[in-house]
């Protein structure tokens, strides 16, 4: 292993303590090596600014700053063992070209807030990424809810209740993942904040140009107080997980609803080829793992938000404990952004079955219309309640799905189901995308 950046005063490093310190650093830290590349141009950038290099050491730096991200992408450097992390693979690379040059890039930093810094880039791309799932889950939902709308059973707790239809099923997810990509940006919004040049969390005594690595790199913001850029690391990872995660609660519902759908007993849906699989022993079966994996990968989110906040029952100040939230971050990351990316297709190309929709509709599902329709008369509501149930299995006698869906008429229903309300809503974020964050694509978090 190269020299780590912190060796001092000739102590000799004992070899089982060193693996167990750095950890599984030098291979995470590859998802956001380029983004820590990026970081470090700014941050020569902002060195020559204040005149502690001159205009050929920046140009030297930064050119060899962009071979090694161009050797990185290729594949013709390779971040491995023979380095502590990512970090130090950078100051080791520049060294190995440049000499005292190279030596010369870390003043006025600190691993601290090189890893806030990439971390904080790579989160943004990650949060745009899903910004851009949930708007495309929502486009589908919307354009499926207003071409068709088969009857079909509405549920609670699991048992029927009322008359419902696709397209209010539809409905539903749409305003679901409309909000889903609303929290998303908002979240974007709250972390979209530059790290760089606290150092350790204290500041350095030097005037470093903060405000110019935060146009450099395309942040929204300056993160003011030294201290607080220590704080919120964990505290910021926590929000973007929970964006995730509200996403991904909605992907398990559909999930689980369609698990339920695609059984032989309901056989309301089916699904395309390409999401069943086969057995491995019974020749019969087509099992519709995708969707199973889906509801899945909520719990890997949901593992990655605790065991970060897990870890935050610190003091103010770094403390090394926080090393062990990327892995977390990566890999809540890495599975349920794959999970959503699937959806859109699924949902667009999936189909009902209508005749078991409406075989599935029984008469006493219209005894909460009779009630209401009762109580319209004038009888008191709880009188016309009784009635109604007394007379449960009468109450579809020439009555349809239909009639019943288009008389529901209270805003969201599915006489009302106000589609141009939700496309709105849509509409206007995709007028305003989020732009894609200033650096390079990282690399994929491993899943």
């Not at 780590?4 to 650093?25: C, E, H, S, Y």
């Not at 870390?106 to 990650?126: C, F, I, M, P, Y």
Request: aromatic fraction near 8%; charged fraction near 25%.
């Amino acid at each position: 292993m190269a020299e780590p950046l912190w060796q001092k005063n000739g102590v000799q490093m004992d070899a089982r303590i060193m693996r167990f310190t750095a950890g599984d650093d030098v291979w995470l830290d590859r998802a956001f090596f380029l983004h820590d590349i990026a970081a470090s141009k700014a941050h020569v950038e902002g060195l020559a600014a204040i005149g502690l290099l001159k205009s050929d050491e920046c140009e030297s730096l930064r050119r060899e700053l962009d071979v090694l991200a161009e050797d990185f992408s290729r594949g013709s450097f390779v971040l491995d063992a023979q380095f502590e992390d990512g970090h130090s693979a950078i100051e080791a690379r520049l060294t190995e070209r440049l000499g005292d040059v190279g030596r010369k890039v870390h003043t006025g930093r600190s691993r601290n807030d090189q890893v806030l810094v990439a971390t904080r880039l790579w989160l943004k791309e990650r949060l745009v990424e899903l910004d851009g799932y949930c708007r495309q889950v929502a486009r589908v939902c919307l354009d499926r809810a207003s071409r068709e709308a088969l009857p079909m059973p509405g549920y609670t707790h699991l048992q029927r209740a009322v008359v419902s239809s696709t397209a209010m099923w539809f409905a539903g997810f749409a305003e679901a993942f409309v909000d889903n990509a609303v929290r998303s940006r908002d979240t974007l919004a709250w972390i979209d904040a530059n790290p760089l040049g606290s150092a350790a969390g204290y500041g350095v005594n030097l005037p470093l140009q903060r405000d110019l690595t935060t146009t450099a790199l395309g942040f929204g913001r300056l993160q003011v107080a030294a201290t607080y850029a220590q704080l919120s690391r964990g505290k910021f990872e926590l929000a973007a997980l929970e964006a995730l995660g509200s996403a991904m609660l909605d992907l398990r519902r559909i999930a689980w609803d369609l698990s339920l759908f695609t059984t032989a007993e309901f056989d309301f849906v089916h699904l395309p080829d390409e999401y069943t699989t086969g057995s491995s022993i019974m020749p019969n079966k087509r099992n519709p793992d995708v969707i199973e994996l889906m509801r899945a990968r909520y719990a890997s989110v949901a593992a990655a938000r605790c065991e970060i906040e897990q870890l935050l029952s610190l003091p103010s100040g770094y403390q090394r404990d926080l090393q062990v939230s990327k892995g977390a971050l990566f890999h809540g990351f890495g599975q349920g952004l794959p999970a959503l990316a699937l959806l859109p297709d699924l949902l667009g190309r999936l189909t009902w079955n209508g005749a078991a929709l409406r075989a599935a509709i029984e008469p006493a599902m219209y005894a909460t219309d009779v009630a209401i329709e009762r109580a319209l008369a004038g009888v008191p509501f709880r009188d016309a309640y009784r009635a109604a149930a007394e007379a449960a299995a009468r109450t579809g006698e020439g009555r349809t799905p239909e009639q019943s869906l288009s008389a529901r008429v209270s805003p969201g229903a599915a006489g009302d189901l106000r589609l141009e309300d939700l496309r709105a809503r849509l509409d206007a974020l995709d007028d305003v995308a989020v732009a894609h964050p200033a650096g390079h694509d990282a690399v994929r978090p491993p899943p």
